[in-house]
């Protein structure tokens, strides 16, 4: 079945350091999704990308959809603690698959 | 809106016991999704509901697993008879939209299970 892989499992960096989490699918993918979970929540939908080369921003996060459309990276520039959580991208046709979500820490 | 209402938060039941999770959609969403999340496996869709039909429950791990549609504000996640292996947060999720372009999915706050 289809996988999405995402790198690295987990991060920790110093406040104000930049930050990259990258997603890998096995096939292609027509939209991916990024979803955030903080500590004891639940997955909190960012945004989506549809279009091949995608590229969107919001604030400091920036999202990436690959030219093939099986892969795609989140930056955040100048990390804050309030970007702690873990983030997952999720992608498919008829369903989502996730992936197993990059751990971000951040030391002040 | 409150948002996908989940009962009961936290369940802690002993082995062979019948566990029954419980969703609230939100208003108006036409799909319904449970996931079950664990640190060794992720974030795992077990099965979905279109209209409270199901569609796709080949992510069910096995016949101790069922869950129900009733209506379009309703659905219940059964697991007869549970095992310590289930412990994990299992969470229901509902969207407004159809296959093809993925529209964005709405967690509720998950149910801590543990079985003894």
């Known amino acids: 079945g289809q996988q999405v892989m995402q790198i690295p499992q987990y991060q920790h960096v110093q406040e104000g350091e930049d930050f990259t989490t990258y997603c890998n699918s096995s096939?292609?993918?027509?939209?991916i999704q990024w979803y955030k979970q903080r500590p004891g929540g639940h997955p909190v939908f960012l945004i989506q990308l549809v279009k091949s080369g995608e590229v969107k921003k919001q604030k400091r996060l920036t999202f990436q959809f690959g030219e093939a459309k099986k892969n795609s990276s989140l930056h955040i520039t100048a990390t804050q603690t309030t970007d702690v959580g873990t983030y997952f991208c999720?992608?498919?046709?008829?369903?989502?698959?996730f992936g197993k979500g990059t751990m971000l820490l951040v030391s002040p | 809106d409150a948002g996908v209402i989940q009962s009961p938060r936290h369940e802690v039941t002993e082995m062979g016991q019948e566990v029954t999770l419980r969703c609230k959609p939100i208003?108006?969403?036409?799909?319904l999704f449970w996931y079950r999340q664990t640190m060794m496996r992720g974030l795992e869709l077990l099965i979905y509901?279109?209209?409270?039909?199901?569609?796709?429950d080949s992510g069910m791990p096995e016949d101790r697993f069922s869950a129900k549609m009733p209506n379009a504000s309703f659905s219940t996640l059964k697991i007869q008879p549970s095992e310590p292996r289930d412990s994990a947060v299992y969470f229901c999720?509902?969207?407004?939209?159809?296959?093809?372009?993925?529209?964005?999915?709405?967690f509720g706050p998950g149910t801590r299970l543990t079985v003894t």
């Open positions: 096939t292609t993918l027509s939209n």
């Open positions: 999720a509902s969207s407004h939209g159809g296959p093809g372009v993925h529209h964005e999915q709405y």
């Open positions: 509901f279109n209209n409270n039909v199901p569609i796709d």
């Open positions: 999720a992608g498919g046709y008829s369903t989502l698959t």
């Open positions: 208003s108006g969403h036409d799909y």
